[in-house]
């Protein structure tokens, strides 16, 4: 659980309202308002980061993130510390943000492409049950952790 400050909450809720302000202005889905929204978000990201700081930025964008959540849910139904919780969301983070760029990389085949995303699958799925331990990452699998197997993308 993050806790925000009064002053936190009520900058967050400004910004955030004036995203989606500006957000419900664009009525087509263009490729011109696709990006217009991208940079709308991007903008109310960074104004959000400048009124939290640097070292709170993180805790409101776990805060933000249905599959933290998932993780804390089950964390917090076996006990485990908050450091858990938060490296096995790391975990989830890095082997997501490795597999989309062996994805976009088209200097792989489609063979070694889906050999590597295999790799980060079963190094990702070994690591966090080592994390949560067995019970805890079977819980896991069930509520939150299906992204693990959907890693590997079916061969093209």
């Avoid at 087509?28 to 930025?57: C, F, M, V």
């Avoid at 805790?59 to 933000?64: D, F, I, L, N, V």
């Avoid at 062996?102 to 200097?107: E, G, L, M, S």
Wanted: hydrophobic share 35%; proline share 1%.
């Amino acid at each position: 659980a993050v806790e925000f400050s009064e002053n936190e909450l009520r900058a967050i809720a400004r910004l955030t309202n004036e995203r989606e302000q500006a957000e419900a202005s664009i009525r087509d889905n263009s490729q011109k308002s696709k990006a217009r929204r991208e940079e709308i978000q991007r903008r109310a990201d960074s104004q959000i980061k400048d009124a939290l700081g640097a070292e709170r930025y993180p805790e409101y964008e776990r805060a933000s993130d249905y599959r933290f959540d998932q993780i804390s849910k089950v964390s917090e139904r076996f006990n485990l510390s908050g450091e858990t919780t938060l490296a096995v969301y790391e975990m989830q983070r890095t082997a997501q943000a490795q597999a989309k760029l062996i994805q976009a990389n088209k200097d792989f085949s489609a063979e070694q492409r889906q050999a590597l995303l295999q790799a980060i699958s079963d190094e990702t799925k070994r690591s966090i049950g080592e994390t949560l331990g067995g019970k805890a990452f079977a819980a896991y699998e069930k509520n939150g952790g299906d992204w693990i197997s959907s890693l590997v993308s079916p061969a093209n």
